[in-house]
């Protein structure tokens, strides 16, 4: 039996399969089986899900008693490129003697001859002290299962899709339970500490699946993991996406993806998967009750193009009186993307401890009171981009004023957005402060006087800005040689500079700029 679309088995029409049933990804109509609460579904043979990087085929469960009677359960997955690794964890054990495939003649695959594996170790991440290549690591040649949950990365020899097997009954049938599955974690400490400045940063990383054969929808009120309350995964977009477990936001977790989350301590090493409102098998994702928090005040600030909302990118505040301004991995979430040619991003920045190494964070939690952050940006193109403040929950922060330096613009955005118009693609640190407050604030206008002139260096172009068409301009370096000089002709002055270093801009004889071209 095949299934493409819909199959829906509920009440008499329960259904009985002699042969496999072959369950398809396919980018137009992809396979759902889903198996009601009153639902049964008898395969005298194997379910085979098809999965490749578009889609998977799904089956959803809802009936708590043995509801999904099967003999055996295979994922055939698609590799596009030979030889290239894809991240993948399976909802079980898979025997790597007997129980990979070549799809195509039902031949044997061998590891490390007609396919290979990586397994991720946290702890090299930790004694290295960041992330990088080698914390991925060639399984060891004794190994004889690839467990369900881990994540891996698998490579294959050809172009085309593989076939990985489910070793035991018990494996089978707790995929189909419709209970809370759990993964249990570990705390990698470094044995490095003493030669990195933020070893925090890189311990107590987990890298693992689900345990479903549908989709699972990731929110505070399907998830349950309280180290630092965020969770990375990839969504199938060009990044991995991190998702604050305490905001509204929710993750579509395919059933064969990968997610990251960085344990704060060595205790309450958990992460639940609850079954009430997270498997499903439609695309929209359905709205949940309110997650649960320690804090009270949670807010998130966005950067969005202007001209395409979406095109966004967050990052998150949580206010309490027991956190700490300094970073602790136990609360506080790095962000792990800082670059991209196509959105904005925007987060924050925290000091670890007395050195100066500043973590660059998605989620930073503070104490109560008055905090200034500094901000980090990237732009990725010439045009308009849009602060804007969400009020998850807030009962005590009553102003959080967006600064812009180059500007001298001060924005409260818990009263108006800030927008401001970029030139060309920017990264930096330097530009945007806020500032959280438990008392209002009073400012007007909340964008940039016409009259208040800047000056800001960009890909080796320094240009003036809120000129006034006749404004005599001159350009020197620190030793006080003129670069360039000229008179504005509308309400911008640029000019092409050479080398890197500490430029001073005169306008009208009168307003002197420092200017610095990184």
Known sequence: MTVVGD????????????????????????????????????????????????????????????????????????????????????????????????????????VRTDFGVQYYDPQQRADDGKNQEKNWKELPVDSSILHKGQAYRIAISYSGEAEFIAKSPADVKALFDNGDKGIDLTYAISSNRGKFMNPDVSEGWNAFGGLNSTNFIISGATVNYNNNRTVYFWGGGTDWEELLLDSPRKGTLRPYAVIFVQTGSPTNLSFMFRKDGGITLASDTPIFRSSQSNSKDILGLWLTDANNSSKASDTYFKFNEGYNKFYRSSEDAVKLNTSSTSVPIVWSLAQNGNNDERVVLFSNCLPRGENEVPLGINIPAAGKYVFSLEEIANETVKSAV?????????????????????????????????????????????????????????????????????????????????????????????????????????????????????
Do not use: C
């Open 7 to 110: 199959m829906y088995i509920a009440g008499k029409g329960n259904v009985r399969s002699m042969g496999p049933v072959h369950v398809k990804a396919l980018p137009a109509d992809t396979g759902k089986v889903h198996v009601a609460s009153t639902g049964k579904l008898v395969v005298e043979d194997s379910i085979i899900f098809y999965s490749n990087a578009q889609s998977d085929g799904l089956l959803m469960n809802e009936n708590p008693g043995d509801a999904v009677d099967v003999k055996g359960v295979v994922v055939r997955k698609n590799f596009a490129k030979d030889y290239t690794v894809y991240r993948v964890s399976f909802p079980f054990d898979v025997d790597l003697t007997t129980g990979v495939r070549d799809s195509r003649d039902g031949r044997t695959l061998k």
């Open 402 to 518: 967006l600064w812009d330096k180059v500007s001298g613009a001060k924005t409260d955005l818990t009263n108006n957005n800030y927008a401001f118009q970029a030139d060309g693609s920017i990264n930096a640190e330097d530009r945007f402060v806020i500032i959280f407050s438990k008392t209002a604030t009073s400012l007007d206008p909340l964008q940039p006087k016409a009259s208040v002139i800047y000056a800001y260096a960009d890909n080796n172009v320094l240009t003036v800005k809120n000129l006034i068409p006749g404004d005599k301009v001159q350009v020197l370096d620190i030793t006080g040689r003129i670069i360039a000089s000229g008179v504005a002709s509308g309400d911008a002055f640029s000019v092409t500079l050479s080398q890197k270093g500490v430029y001073i801009v005169n306008v009208k004889g009168e307003k002197s700029i420092k200017v610095l071209n990184k």
